[in-house]
T-cell receptor, first 116, second 114 residues
Framework: AQKITQTQPGMFVQEKEAVTLDCTYDTSDQSYGLFWYKQPSSGEMIFLIYQGSYDEQNATEGRYSLNFQKARKSANLVISASQLGDSAMYFCAMREVNSGYSTLTFGKGTMLLVSP | KAGVTQTPRYLIKTRGQQVTLSCSPISGHRSVSWYQQTPGQGLQFLFEYFSETQRNKGNFPGRFSGRQFSNSRSEMNVSTLELGDSALYLC?????????????FGQGTRLTVV
């Protein structure tokens, strides 16, 4: 079974609008971390936001917020006020205690296109 | 604070050759992980090094190997290159202690095997 599922291969949004990128995960660990990364066409993987499994509040970093619903095993990324520079591939990833603290498991990604 | 540095950025090699990629982590980070990214398979974990020891390994053939030096810099080596090894190779730097912490990536090395 897929550990990280991103069901949206592509998303379109207009500049200044908000967009939600979906991510569901599967783990039997109690301790795990969820991450979102942005990958522009240059290839670099840029860290955006992190949510720990024990964190009670949703993580926020500037225009990025993570909508964490533990019971539903979902960790959706919300980008507010989209900008043209947000056009990129977005990956959801997970670190689990049992698979080794440093190993990241990635979803297949969502391509976001922001139009003027 | 300097980020993660990967060299070279681009490589073109011929089938059968070998290649070495380098990764310098963020200062103070002791864990370096390597990932292979291809259009077909997505991002796949290769291995992780911590304090000069391989701590975790993905499901890749023995042609893929790595090492880590005392200054935490890591190298990845691929021997007897195949066409299917063409990929973006990314390394990730993290503190490496026994906690779930962020991982920061370099810009990657794009390897093309012809």
């Amino acid at each position: 079974a897929q550990k990280i599922t991103q069901t949206q291969p592509g998303m379109f949004v207009q500049e200044k609008e908000a967009v939600t990128l979906d991510c569901t995960y599967d783990t039997s660990d109690q301790s795990y971390g969820l991450f979102w990364y942005k990958q522009p066409s240059s290839g670099e993987m840029i860290f955006l936001i992190y949510q720990g499994s024990y964190d009670e509040q949703n993580a926020t970093e500037g225009r990025y917020s993570l909508n964490f619903q533990k019971a539903r095993k979902s960790a959706n990324l919300v980008i507010s006020a989209s900008q043209l520079g947000d056009s990129a591939m977005y990956f959801c990833a997970m670190r689990e205690v049992n698979s080794g603290y440093s190993t990241l498991t990635f979803g297949k990604g969502t391509m976001l296109l922001v139009s003027p | 604070k300097a980020g993660v540095t990967q060299t070279p950025r681009y490589l073109i090699k011929t089938r059968g050759q070998q290649v070495t990629l380098s990764c310098s982590p963020i200062s103070g980070h002791r864990s370096v992980s390597w990932y292979q990214q291809t259009p077909g398979q997505g991002l796949q974990f290769l291995f992780e090094y911590f304090s000069e020891t391989q701590r975790n390994k993905g499901n890749f053939p023995g042609r893929f190997s790595g090492r880590q030096f005392s200054n935490s810099r890591s190298e990845m080596n691929v021997s007897t290159l195949e066409l299917g090894d063409s990929a973006l190779y990314l390394c990730a730097s993290s503190l490496g202690d026994r906690a779930i912490t962020e991982a920061f990536f370099g810009q990657g090395t794009r390897l093309t095997v012809v």
